[in-house]
């Protein structure tokens, strides 16, 4: 088992974008003496979270669909009694958290609302524990153990949330913050992939959201991006640490339409002959978790955004050119191509700046 | 242009489709003089490769003459003679810095498919499905060579296109599956299956000084060919090949087993049946009939080189069988570009003529005709050369 030290800390627990300044290295530990592939943090497994998670999102939906369609009977099989509005609004709270885990870029959201909504029922099925005649307590409490243990579950499904979010090397913030991580194997020295990165204007050669970079002084360089829908954002953004060969960070300067900040850290490999390019990016788009719903909905999901960016940069590097097919000959083309092409759509074109 | 399209299972068209340009300061375009059918075409052509598209142009033996370089391209000059290897590779990488040139990281623009499926991806291949980069294929009057600098070899001697075509595919492809068999002067060597690739293993297998080489398949004219190449032959609708095969060698079993098959292997019986059901419910898409009886009759300690194709899940590999009896398994997609100038060598010197495969000439145009009678190898069909 690979350890990491306990100071790989998270930005998460160090405040917003700020982190990005003493260089964020969520996954980038600190120097020491270990070779540098050691460095790089091994990914936990979550999928148990998220499918938990949507497990109960599914479970809410459904519940909420039959407290508002017959809540009549569902309310005399708990044993409860003219209750049928309260039960219709309870459904609709259901329903809300469940779209809220399925669909929010946030699950523990939804998981939290449902905890709150666990809170109300036991509220409800306690006071009606007391006014209930004998021969229907035992139904009442049958329900009331079986909020529990689903409470129970909630409360477990967001504490492993919480924890993998911290872990992820793709994490999506409550307010909107997207963080992504990602490391490249490059067949050229450190120096040389330092190099590349440090000239600005080469950025959009490999990073496929931008437009262009322009550096207006030595620190200072003013960025164009295109976001969802090709819709056109700028933003000035500041050198915040350089240090030559080995680190590179970046963020908005304050008051920019999308705060963001990134960092590259370029470690010799193993072998002595090429390089680690480890890099993390935090940006936070315009409408906040709506706004990366949307960026979902139309430009793909931000983890693959920067594994293509990294392939392209390799790519570069070792071979002066972006393979492609765009452009090629072909017969008439049908459905399976279109939607093989999907994620293409990502790619660009002779990695020629625009 | 006129090329060969990909719509369906057992659907190929020639059509007209816009001419190739240069994408990339690295490109060439090719005119094609030859270009030939391979048996993997006959796994898009049977549909069993996942990712293909309709309309993606096939082939990936292919040679002809330059008629145009890309700006860095510096090796190559208009009208030289090349002939193209079949996996793309940039020759930068840290695996092609290796020599190992089909698993190039950089030449498959669709690498994520392939890591999805495989975990990690190999190089591009010329009109092969989009899993490997999606490039459009050589049986075609043009075609666009990516990394042009590093693949095609320069042909400046009298030799013809069949004697050097199979360079770019088989001849590379058979020599690196009998140079994976590790051969020691007299060991014995089995090949499954006498298509074009498993006559060029056994040639090879004899070229690297087997001492014998014991080949394997149903096909009449295939195993007179596998004859003349120097192999004794098992008819495997005839006899029993692996009891055969152990009687053939005292017991023990062949040094080394070649499966020159793949994919698409005939099954016999109950587990050839079972196959059949598990392909149709796509539970898994590869036919692992020869290599499952490579394994078993392979000597103790013997190698298993695996040269046919497969795609993606096989089921019922004996695997006890390979842990327990400390077999090697070697295979990969051929490192073409690292056996292109070795085996120029020896055909200049005279040590093999790959025309000696080739049964069929045809013209593009009767690409159909073709992909149909070599699937069903009629007409004592071996390997088919198109000229455009």
Known sequence: MMMYPADAAHPHERGPLRDAQSPPQPSIAREGGNPPQSRIRPIPRVRGSERLASALGWFSVGLGIAELAAPKTLSRSIGLRNRTGLIRLFGAREVASGLAILMHPDRSVGVKARLAGDALDLALLLAALRDTPASRRPRVAGATAAVLGVAALDALCAHRLERDARALPLAIRRDGTVRVEKTVAVNRAPTECYAMWRSLANLPRFMKHLESVTQTDPTRSHWVARGPGGLRVEWDAEITRDEPNQLLAWRSLEGSEIENAGAVRFLSSLSGRGSIVAVVMQYKPPAGALGVTLARLFGGEPQQHIEEDLRRFRQIMETGEVPTTEGQPAGRRGVMYRMLRKRDSLSLRNGEPR | ?388
């Not at chain 2, 190039?104 to 975990?119: D, H, I, L, Q, T």
């Not at chain 2, 009759?297 to 006890?320: E, L, M, Q, W």
């Open chain 2, 1 to 388: 242009m006129k090329a060969t399209c990909w719509y369906g299972k057992r659907d190929v068209r020639v059509e007209q489709v816009p001419d190739p340009i240069l994408l990339n300061p690295r490109d060439a375009i090719v005119r094609v003089s030859s270009t030939a059918i391979c048996g993997s075409d006959i796994h898009l052509y049977d549909g069993y490769i996942p990712t293909m598209a309709e309309g993606d142009i096939l082939g990936h033996e292919f040679m002809g003459e330059v008629v145009e370089v890309g700006k860095a391209v510096r090796n190559l000059k208009i009208g030289d003679r090349v002939v193209v290897p079949f996996p793309i590779a940039c020759g930068n990488c840290f695996f092609c810095e290796r020599g190992e040139f089909s698993l190039c990281e950089n030449s498959n623009p669709n690498a994520w498919m392939a890591e999805k499926m495989w975990g990690h991806s190999p190089c591009g291949i010329f009109g092969y499905s989009h899993l490997v980069g999606g490039y459009a294929g050589g049986q075609a009057e043009f075609v666009r060579v990516p990394f042009a600098d590093v693949g095609p070899i320069k042909i400046e001697n009298g030799l013809s296109d069949e004697q050097v075509l199979f360079l770019s595919d088989i001849f590379p492809t058979g020599y690196m599956a009998a140079e994976n068999c590790r051969i020691r002067p007299s060991d014995t060597i089995a090949v499954w299956g006498c298509g074009p690739v498993g006559q060029f293993a056994i040639r090879s297998a004899m070229l690297l000084g087997a001492g014998r080489v014991i080949a394997i398949d149903h096909y009449p004219e295939r195993l007179a060919m596998a004859r003349d190449g120097g192999a004794e032959t098992l008819n495997d609708a005839e006899v029993d090949v692996p009891a055969s095969l152990r009687e053939m060698t005292g017991g023990r079993g062949p040094d080394a087993c070649i499966d020159a098959v793949g994919m698409e292997a005939h099954g016999h019986g109950l587990v050839g049946a079972y196959d059949a059901v598990k392909l149709a419910l796509r539970l898994q898409n590869d036919r692992p009939t020869a290599l499952r009886e490579a394994i078993m009759a392979c000597r103790n300690g013997g190698t298993v080189s695996v040269a046919g194709v497969y795609g993606g899940f096989a089921d019922k590999i004996p695997f006890g069988s390979i842990m327990n009896r400390s077999i090697t398994i070697k295979t990969g997609q051929t490192h073409v570009q690292r056996y292109m100038r070795p085996l120029l060598a020896r055909i200049e010197h005279g040590e093999i003529d790959p025309s000696f495969v080739v049964t069929h000439h045809l013209s593009l145009d009767d690409a159909p005709r073709g992909y149909d009678m070599f699937t069903r190898k009629q007409d004592s069909c071996v390997k088919i050369v198109m000229r455009p």
